[in-house]
């Protein structure tokens, strides 16, 4: 078997902010036996209303940083960065040679949605940044051609996350309108994906504006899937994984601001540290 000249290491979360954690939970839940270091860039979310070229150059300096912390796997659970930042980084960036990797979430999320949806009419819920890119509509396009796939920014949500306001007049206002203007595009969708990893956290009151009948599917589960059946095609690359089945957790903003929004997250008190990129 082919064997990697790399020094085992924790898989590297990234985020923006705390929107990957939902991500980081679904990953521990089906692989607990790994070490994990999670960084998210409280300091400088929300990126969903950057340019390509900021949230390029955010998202490297963060990837960069979870390479020299020791991961060989770096894991972008952040839409808007994947959207605008992975590709570029895996052909400029990457040395391929080295065995190290870094995937996004957009593509696993792509893959699940021939199974989810009925009449083949989708919502995307998203950053501004994820839905000008038409990430989802490119990768659900060349996987299922025949799916409709309707998008809406939803600006407000992920700085209404990051401040703690998930259940608020305030948020309820916008999910109302994120919502109807969703469903004004195409009155047939069956399945709305949340397109943004913060969006887990509101699921119940998006749940409250969206009908019944229409299913509501956040990535964590399908992202964490995709994972281990990479881990299980790229054996070299997985024995170059540690575990210990830890998780650090490191922030560029305060401790104490990460700590307030990330245990509602993580339904736990974690510890985390801050540090500088
Ligand atoms: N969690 C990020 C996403 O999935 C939010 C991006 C932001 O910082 O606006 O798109």
Redesign the pocket.
């Known amino acids: 078997m082919e064997q990697l000249n790399l020094s085992p290491g924790p898989i590297g979360i990234f985020?923006?902010?705390f929107?990957?954690l939902s991500i980081l939970k679904q990953i521990r839940l089906l692989m607990p036996e790994y070490d994990y270091l999670y960084l998210g860039d409280n300091a400088r979310?929300?990126?969903?209303?950057r340019s390509f070229q900021v949230v390029y150059e955010y998202t490297l300096q963060c990837v960069q940083k979870l390479f020299q912390m020791g991961s060989n796997l770096v894991i972008i659970?952040?839409?808007?960065?994947?959207?605008k930042a992975l590709r570029t980084i895996q052909q400029k960036n990457l040395d391929v040679s080295s065995g190290r990797r870094v995937l996004g979430?957009i593509r696993p999320t792509a893959e699940c949605v021939g199974t989810l949806t009925k009449n083949k009419h989708i919502g995307i819920l998203?950053?501004p940044?994820?839905v000008i890119s038409d990430s989802y509509t490119i990768e659900i396009g060349k996987l299922f051609p025949d799916v409709v796939v309707s998008q809406q920014e939803c600006p407000m949500l992920?700085p209404l996350v990051e401040s703690g306001e998930i259940s608020s007049s305030g948020t309820d206002f916008f999910v109302r309108k994120y919502v109807q203007s969703l469903l004004e595009k195409d009155n047939l969708i069956d399945t709305i994906i949340l397109?943004?990893?913060?969006y887990p956290i509101l699921y119940d009151t998006i749940r409250r504006y969206v009908p019944q009948n229409i299913r509501i599917v956040t990535q964590g589960e399908y992202v964490a899937q995709s994972l281990n059946n990479y881990l299980l095609r790229h054996s070299a690359l997985e024995k170059c994984i540690t575990r210990g089945g830890s998780c650090s957790y490191y922030t560029t903003e305060s401790v104490e601001n990460f700590l307030r929004v990330a245990r509602i997250f993580m339904e736990q008190d974690v510890k985390a540290q801050t540090i500088s990129l």
């Open positions: 985020d923006s902010g929107g990957g979310t929300p990126y969903g209303s659970a952040c839409n808007t960065a994947s959207a979430i998203a950053t940044g994820t992920v397109g943004c990893t913060h």
